[in-house]
């Protein structure tokens, strides 16, 4: 593992110390330089919601305050048509297991992937296609193919303030490592429904989380291939390290406090990044794209080879 800041080590259990920062790394970039406050107590699990079929994103839509959960449903790679998204209470209840669900209703629905909200438009990155639905009814209200332009593997999805859309392309099947002619994208899906390709560098690193950041007016970009946390402004032909997390990172997202949180499969790990700063918590097996509930300070991580999505809450940043 590599890491550019002070890391401390905290298993569910209990808590183990702080190890001394690697030199090399530490010469990156911090995510915010001036910020040194001390790391805030480890999350807690609260509660645990069972049902699902290899779910891969969580989002909090906080004007219905109920989460969207899209579940793969098998083979993440193969174009089933079984994929569905659900819709989940605040208190954990799934009112609606197939709020959306491929094959039915005409809708087509291979491995939903990243999950993001603009305005009553629910967008899913699936597969080769980013399709929207209605996020009160589950209509099908846009689809938008970006085969044509090379897309392998879409996997997280983020938007930008003028409602354009960014998707990340990780790579091919099986092991879904970029190569020179596939994966290693962000595509850009304007609010016309136009497509393109926003930017195709190796410097991605087979790119799979990505979130605006509203401080830097960036997006921040985690990889699965290496370690790095990116900075990536629209027209930049480059991603540009700022810190370091883990392999195959998963999902990102940027609490209002200023603290970055990415999961991990590699470190089975959540981690929190806050400063010069980092905090590991483990215990987790596969965890993917998860929500965050800005009502009630916490975390809705799915665990994707164990059918759950599992609650945690966020305790503030120590004085």
Same mark, same amino acid.
């Given at each position: 593992?590599?890491?550019?800041?002070?890391?401390?080590?905290?298993?569910? *259990?209990?808590?183990?110390?702080?190890?001394?920062?690697?030199?090399?790394?530490?010469?990156?970039?911090?995510?915010?330089?001036i910020?040194?406050?001390?790391?805030?107590?480890?999350?807690?699990?609260?509660q645990? !919601?069972?049902?699902?079929?290899?779910?891969?994103?969580?989002?909090?839509?906080?004007?219905?305050?109920?989460? +969207?959960?899209?579940?793969?449903?098998?083979?993440?790679? *193969?174009?089933?048509?079984?994929?569905?998204?659900?819709?989940?209470?605040? @208190?954990?209840?799934?009112?609606?297991?197939?709020f959306?669900?491929?094959g039915?209703?005409?809708?087509?629905?291979?491995?939903?992937?990243?999950?993001?909200?603009?305005?009553?438009?629910?967008?899913?990155?699936?597969?080769?296609?980013?399709?929207?639905?209605?996020?009160?009814?589950?209509?099908?209200?846009?689809?938008? @193919?970006?085969?044509?332009?090379?897309?392998?593997?879409?996997?997280?999805?983020?938007?930008?303030?003028?409602?354009?859309?960014?998707i990340?392309?990780?790579? =091919?099947?099986? @092991? %879904?490592?970029?190569?020179?002619?596939?994966?290693?994208?962000?595509?850009?899906?304007? =609010?016309?429904?136009?497509?393109?390709?926003?930017?195709?560098?190796?410097?991605?690193?087979?790119?799979?989380?990505?979130?605006?950041?509203?401080?830097?007016?960036? +997006?921040?970009?985690?990889?699965w291939?290496?370690?790095?946390?990116?900075?990536?402004?629209? %027209?930049?032909?480059?991603?540009?390290?700022i %810190?370091?997390?883990?392999?195959?990172?998963?999902?990102?997202e940027?609490?209002?406090?200023?603290?970055?949180? !990415?999961?991990?499969?590699?470190?089975?790990?959540?981690i929190i990044?806050?400063?010069?700063?980092?905090?590991i918590?483990?215990?987790?097996?596969?965890?993917?794209?998860?929500?965050?509930?800005?009502?009630?300070?916490?975390?809705?991580?799915? !665990?994707? @080879?164990?059918?759950?999505?599992? +609650?945690?809450?966020?305790? =503030?940043?120590?004085?």
């Amino acid at each position: 593992m590599r890491y550019a800041r002070t890391v401390c080590v905290i298993t569910l *259990a209990a808590a183990a110390a702080c190890t001394v920062p690697d030199a090399k790394k530490a010469k990156a970039d911090s995510l915010s330089a001036i910020r040194k406050a001390d790391s805030a107590a480890a999350p807690s699990r609260t509660q645990t !919601i069972t049902g699902f079929k290899a779910p891969e994103s969580v989002r909090y839509d906080s004007a219905l305050d109920v989460f +969207f959960v899209s579940s793969t449903n098998g083979d993440e790679f *193969a174009k089933d048509d079984n994929g569905f998204i659900s819709r989940m209470r605040a @208190d954990g209840t799934v009112d609606s297991l197939f709020f959306i669900a491929g094959g039915r209703g005409g809708v087509t629905l291979h491995s939903p992937h990243g999950l993001v909200i603009i305005a009553d438009t629910l967008w899913v990155a699936d597969l080769d296609a980013v399709r929207g639905f209605n996020k009160n009814t589950g209509a099908l209200v846009a689809s938008v @193919d970006l085969q044509k332009l090379g897309a392998v593997f879409l996997n997280d999805i983020a938007a930008a303030p003028d409602g354009s859309l960014y998707i990340t392309d990780t790579g =091919p099947a099986p @092991d %879904g490592k970029a190569t020179a002619t596939k994966g290693n994208r962000i595509f850009r899906v304007g =609010p016309d429904h136009k497509p393109s390709v926003a930017l195709h560098s190796d410097s991605l690193g087979s790119p799979n989380g990505i979130t605006w950041d509203a401080r830097g007016k960036r +997006f921040i970009i985690v990889q699965w291939g290496d370690t790095h946390i990116l900075a990536w402004r629209p %027209g930049d032909k480059v991603a540009r390290t700022i %810190g370091f997390g883990a392999n195959e990172s998963d999902g990102v997202e940027e609490l209002a406090d200023g603290r970055l949180v !990415i999961t991990s499969w590699a470190e089975h790990a959540l981690i929190i990044n806050h400063g010069n700063q980092q905090m590991i918590v483990r215990g987790f097996s596969a965890p993917a794209d998860f929500g965050v509930d800005t009502r009630r300070s916490r975390l809705a991580i799915p !665990i994707m @080879d164990q059918d759950r999505v599992e +609650f945690y809450a966020l305790p =503030p940043l120590k004085p």
